[in-house]
């Protein structure tokens, strides 16, 4: 099983990504868990792509593709992926097909995760993190037993800088000029699952799984 999972920050491809990765025995790759495991390492891509980093600068799609395709090659792909939030621009796009041309793979779909822009903001502007254990909870969704009080460490809970509504709206506005193309570009190709995922998590799991169902090894 071969799949992409595409949608604006806060819709909960990153949860599914797990619990799907999880029941298929397939690996999830996401290009943060990527950069920072060659970091780790200290491989060649992982070094110049933290000098990139260690400047507050994008890394280049060159060395994101090339960690992917790196990953791809991996004993643990064998079964198939999931890429979570990866590619995000049309020539991320174009450069995976090239890279999974070379391997003699192809994706079996691309699900793109839709959610209310009222939701979205709502889930993430909710969101408040532990900054000692990283420990996350929601206002609504997850409300920590004391408020404001970490439930694992009690140390105080801090809404992050990305999650203020401000900053929510430069996020989705950097989506729907970067990475919102990429909803045509997999259409044309036969390949797009439109989900709407603003329901519970384990609604929107189990309509997920029926969905690749067919693609998934027996």
Do not use: W
């Amino acid at each position: 099983m071969r799949v992409v999972f595409l949608g604006a920050p806060g819709v909960g491809k990153g949860t599914q990504a797990e619990r799907i990765a999880a029941q298929c025995h397939v690996a999830k790759l996401s290009t943060g868990d990527l950069l920072r495991e060659a970091v780790r390492n200290q491989t060649a891509l992982g070094l110049e792509a933290k000098s990139y980093m260690d400047q507050g600068k994008l890394v280049p799609d060159a060395v994101v593709i090339g960690l992917v395709k790196e990953k791809l090659a991996d004993p643990s792909c064998t079964k198939g992926f999931v890429l979570d939030g990866f590619p995000r621009t049309v020539p991320q796009a174009e450069a995976l097909g090239s890279v999974l041309i070379s391997k003699n793979m192809a994706l079996d779909r691309v699900v793109n995760f839709q959610v209310s822009r009222e939701d979205i903001v709502r889930r993430l502007s909710g969101r408040r993190s532990c900054q000692k254990c990283q420990a996350t909870f929601h206002v609504d969704f997850a409300v920590p037993k004391v408020s404001g009080v970490c439930d694992r460490c009690g140390e105080p809970l801090v809404q992050r800088s990305d999650d203020r509504r401000e900053a929510i709206e430069m996020r989705l506005k950097v989506y729907d000029e970067q990475t919102a193309p990429l909803v045509s570009y997999y259409q044309e190709r036969k390949l797009l699952f439109q989900l709407e995922a603003s329901g519970t998590v384990d609604a929107v799991f189990q309509h997920l799984s029926q969905e690749l169902a067919p693609y998934q090894a027996t």
